[in-house]
C-alpha cells in the first residue's frame, strides 16, 4: 500500500526514539531521497549514466535523522 504521507503514530514513536520507527520513517522517504541524489556519472569514454551519489544520499540521511530527534509535537489545549 502507497501511502501520501506517514502516520501520525509513526512519526510520534519515531520522535520518541524508537529505532524501529525510526527506520521505518527513513524507509518511506527512501525512493525521494535517492531521486533527489541523482546525478550524471561520466565514464572514461565519455559515457553517461545516472547514479544516486551515495555521498549525498548519507548527508540528506543524516539531516533527516537531526530534524527527527529534534521536532516537537505541540499537545492541543485542554
Not at 58 to 68: D, F, H, S, T, V
Amino acid at each position: 500500500m502507497n501511502k501520501a504521507h506517514p502516520s501520525f503514530y509513526l512519526i510520534s514513536n519515531a520522535v520518541d526514539g524508537n529505532a524501529g520507527a525510526i527506520e521505518k520513517l527513513l524507509e518511506f522517504y527512501e525512493p525521494y531521497i535517492s531521486k533527489c541524489c541523482l546525478r550524471p556519472f561520466y565514464d572514461e569514454y565519455g559515457n553517461v549514466c545516472i547514479v544516486v551519489d551515495m555521498e549525498l544520499k548519507g548527508r540528506i540521511r543524516e539531516a533527516l535523522l537531526k530534524m527527527i530527534c529534534e521536532f516537537e509535537i505541540d499537545e492541543p489545549n485542554k
